[in-house]
């Protein structure tokens, strides 16, 4: 799936929704030839008329399918596509575990964008949505290198950061990070909306820092039903987490507890601040050249292993070695944390190299 080979930018979108509709028209844009379908024909025809597609249905020989539908029908959505063509599979559920535990195929690899919009179906389609955000890849221990670094590199030609996470592991972060938030802003909103009924001018007078907060709140509420029955273990050790910490910080206000209550603010203004950013001047990138072991997935360990490390991968490709058949992963971190990923690859066997740009 690269530039230099036009016959295989040929993809297929299996959802035309919100996501789907994003990525078909993100693939138009790259120059690619898509193919979509969506279980609402009126959909498809709608998709059609935009222009966010070129044709209905399946192509056989597409180099990529990508199944954007609601997380309850992933897995036979997948699973139709690894019959039905003979490219690679991915998908764009929010979760992993209940998916990836059904498919076992190296051709395919689970994913997740990390971008949304307020707004609903093709109306909300951006070709711009990927641009900036985190794209999350779910390797198993059968998901093919070949498999894992092509759909990697699709991703980034998105405008998207690769991050590699196991499937568990995914489940359990976006319970805190995406998940419980829904569900917070949800219910906040519910409070307000409730307590809107004694004081009239309450929501008239909601701004800033509520609008912020609860802005989620106003997203498509269908897709969160099948999303809180799959991951229900993780949302709920979440949830958990969170009435804990609201229970403890209750106990603070009520004791009046300045210096605890300023020591809690400050630390999570601290950390909120320290969120990381995406890194984009060369100055502040390193190169690091990575030889491919001959194992089943060692390019994914590159990646889960950068996550673990909290290190921003900014580029990846893998380029054929000249000392033999093996591939050699080139990736752009973040300068300063370059030798912290170099010493974690050695430790796990791998030989890098590392080379600050200039």
Not at 19 to 24: D, M, R
Not at 112 to 137: K, R, T
Not at 198 to 225: N, V
Not at 262 to 278: C, F, S, V, W, Y
Request: glycine share 10%; with cysteine; net charge negative.
């Amino acid at each position: 799936m690269t530039d230099a080979d036009s016959s295989a930018r040929r993809a297929n979108v299996i959802g035309l929704g919100l996501i789907g509709g994003s990525v078909a028209l993100a693939l138009v844009e790259l120059g690619w030839t898509v193919c979509g379908d969506d279980a609402k024909p009126d959909r498809i025809d709608e998709a059609l008329r935009r222009g966010v597609i070129h044709r209905a249905g399946l192509d056989r020989e597409a180099a990529v399918t990508i199944v954007a539908t609601p997380v309850a029908a992933v897995a036979d959505q997948v699973r139709r596509a690894l019959a039905e063509t003979e490219g690679l599979v991915t998908d764009t559920g929010s979760v992993k575990g209940s998916i990836l535990g059904s498919i076992d195929d190296p051709r395919f690899v689970g994913g997740h964008p990390m971008a949304g919009s307020e707004l609903d179906g093709l109306d909300g389609a951006d070709p711009a949505m990927f641009a900036g955000s985190v794209w999350v890849l779910t390797p198993t221990a059968v998901t093919a290198d070949a498999t894992f670094s092509a759909v990697a590199s699709l991703v980034a030609q998105l405008g998207a950061d690769v991050v590699a996470l196991d499937p568990a592991r995914h489940d359990q972060v976006v319970a805190v990070i995406s998940h419980v938030p829904h569900l917070t802003a949800a219910t906040l909103m519910g409070l307000a909306a409730e307590r809107a009924e004694e004081h009239g001018a309450l929501l008239r007078l909601a701004a800033g820092g509520f609008r912020d907060m609860t802005r989620i709140a106003s997203g498509h509420p269908a897709i969160w039903l099948d999303i809180c029955a799959d991951n229900r273990s993780a949302i709920l050790s979440a949830l958990d987490g969170l009435i804990d910490g609201l229970t403890s910080m209750r106990r603070v206000v009520g004791e009046d507890d300045r210096a605890e209550l300023h020591r809690r603010l400050a630390g999570a203004r601290e950390a909120r601040t320290n969120l990381p950013a995406r890194v984009r001047r060369p100055s502040e990138l390193a190169e690091l050249r990575i030889p491919i072991p001959d194992r089943p997935g060692a390019a994914a360990e590159v990646f889960t292993l950068a996550a673990e490390l909290g290190v921003n991968i900014d580029s990846f490709e893998v380029v054929h070695s000249p000392e033999g058949n093996r591939g050699v992963a080139v990736v752009l971190v973040d300068a300063d944390l370059a030798e912290r990923f170099r010493g974690g690859l050695l430790a796990r066997g791998y030989r890098p190299s590392v080379q600050r740009l200039s």
